[in-house]
């Protein structure tokens, strides 16, 4: 039933805590931030340039301008859910390190769920991205630097389920799984630092020195991120409450099924 090394505590994550009986009330929160804050994003925070480019440029074939209409509106969700993912690839990063030196099988189960809830944002992340980019310049895609570095973050993540679907041996399926993860977090500041670090990207910095975000921007937008954490932690608290449940119920079968052969 585990490692005997563990015992119980390095099985099974603590659930039934407080942060469980939050989990709810940060779920409802969550959506009422968000849906308030892309409301405020449409009637509150006014039209802005999008991507700084030199009056016009050609990319991907297409003549493509710096003035943004309703597409804008986009990134009040794009980045919020990009930041989401960022944070669950460090929780999950975190916990496959201290699986790595513990060897807990708790730690193993609470990275795996951290990344499946990455990898949701991260496709939320995605399809908004490629939405901006389909309708601010002019293509569904282009190999611009912090579009390139994140699809190759989204490839790792995907990586990671298929590597655990591939390994039987739950012990070295922990252990690689717990690698890769780590060098899905080591991509994260290269994704978030890349349009500062290559000068030639097209792609917005938002977060720059000085600002530029007026305070009917600024407050949809912190709503809206402060809701997608939420969301992804209640997310996360909810999703690792049922894999515990159902692990103990498969481990107490397993028991009586025992039981029942040695009678």
Not at 45 to 61: D, F, L, Q
Not at 111 to 129: D, H, K, N, P, Q
Not at 200 to 210: D, E, M, N, T, Y
Not at 211 to 216: K, L, P, Q, R, Y
Request: aromatic share 12%.
């Amino acid at each position: 039933m585990g490692d005997k090394r563990t015992g119980n505590a390095g099985i099974y994550p603590a659930v039934g805590t407080w942060a469980d009986t939050l989990a709810p009330i940060l779920l409802l929160l969550a959506l009422l931030l968000t849906t308030i804050g892309f409301v405020l994003s449409f009637i509150w925070a006014p039209p802005v340039y999008g991507a700084s480019v030199n009056g016009v440029e050609v990319i991907g074939g297409q003549v493509v301008s710096n003035v943004l209409l309703i597409s804008q509106k986009i990134f009040y969700f794009h980045m919020p859910v990009a930041i989401t993912s960022f944070l669950a690839l460090v929780a999950a990063a975190f916990f496959a390190v201290r699986f790595l030196m513990t060897r807990e099988a708790r730690f193993d189960t609470m990275s795996r769920v951290c990344m499946e809830i990455a990898l949701v944002f991260v496709i939320m992340t995605m399809a908004t991205g490629v939405m901006w980019t389909r309708f601010e310049w002019g293509v569904w895609w282009t190999w611009e630097p912090r579009l390139t570095t994140y699809f190759i973050l989204m490839l790792i993540v995907i990586g990671y389920f298929i590597l655990r679907n591939a390994i039987d041996d739950p012990e070295r399926r922990a252990v690689y799984a717990a690698v890769l993860a780590i060098i899905a977090f080591v991509d994260t500041p290269i994704c978030f630092m890349i349009t500062r670090l290559v000068p030639s990207s097209i792609h917005p910095v938002v977060l720059r020195q000085g600002g530029g975000m007026g305070v009917s921007m600024i407050v949809p937008l912190l709503m809206i991120m402060f809701g997608m954490v939420m969301l992804g932690f209640a997310l996360y608290r909810l999703r690792l409450r049922s894999i515990v449940l159902e692990q103990k119920c498969d481990a107490l079968t397993e028991t009586l099924e025992d039981q029942r052969e040695s009678a």
